[in-house]
């Protein structure tokens, strides 16, 4: 059933508060907000399968707090895997999974002629800053998911750093589309186009103000 490996009906076993969990100089863990029972709800009602996760506190600047993890995502006529994802944040998850079905499968049915078996990532969560600065990044929120490639079901594997600008005229018009699509959904979304850093993934990230790249 969507919502979860535990088997509640989604949204119905994240309404209870979470438990307090504490670590030096960390403030305590809270109950699901408001915003977070509805998001888990949609994001369940979605066809997405999760597990909701426990908060945590790492380090100053990084937690997770509200986060879900990952099992399987939602096409139009079927679910899919996606691979080493680790914690998200739910409104990220919601977005992502909103963005593999609408805007990653559905490309790759019309533009590529099969569905998307598998989304490639390279991990959420990571307790880290920004490359370069003294600023934390939003992988250290798991406000943030790296993605490098897709599996289609006809076996073809498609990847960000050999495919955006080598792949065949279809490919690269496919990575082109799910990266403006990823634009419409996210925050901030950096790819190839970005910085050298980037050119094999694209860095999806939050819900906000937009930033695309």
């Not at 969990?21 to 709800?41: E, F, G, H, N």
């Not at 914690?87 to 079905?101: I, L």
Request: net charge positive.
């Amino acid at each position: 059933m969507p919502g979860g490996s535990s088997g509640a009906a989604p949204g119905t076993a994240n309404t209870q508060a979470r438990p307090a969990t504490r670590v030096a100089s960390a403030p305590q863990s809270y109950a699901a907000s408001p915003a977070d029972q509805t998001c888990l709800a949609d994001l369940g009602a979605a066809g997405a399968r999760f597990q909701p996760l426990p908060d945590a506190y790492a380090a100053p600047g990084c937690n997770k707090l509200g986060t879900v993890q990952l099992s399987a995502l939602a096409g139009d006529r079927s679910t899919f895997g996606v691979s080493n994802i680790g914690p998200v944040r739910c409104d990220t998850a919601k977005a992502f999974n909103e963005w593999a079905r609408f805007g990653v499968d559905r490309a790759a049915r019309q533009l590529l002629g099969s569905p998307i078996a598998r989304i490639e990532t390279m991990g959420s969560y990571a307790c880290r800053n920004v490359a370069g600065s003294g600023r934390r990044s939003a992988h250290a929120r798991a406000e943030a998911i790296d993605v490098s490639g897709f599996v289609l079901e006809d076996g073809r594997r498609i990847v960000l750093r050999r495919d955006w600008n080598g792949g065949d005229a279809a490919t690269r018009e496919f990575l082109r589309v799910v990266h403006n699509s990823a634009c419409k959904r996210f925050g901030t979304v950096l790819g190839p186009e970005y910085n050298a850093a980037h050119e094999d993934h694209f860095h999806l990230e939050g819900t906000g103000a937009r930033f695309c790249r």
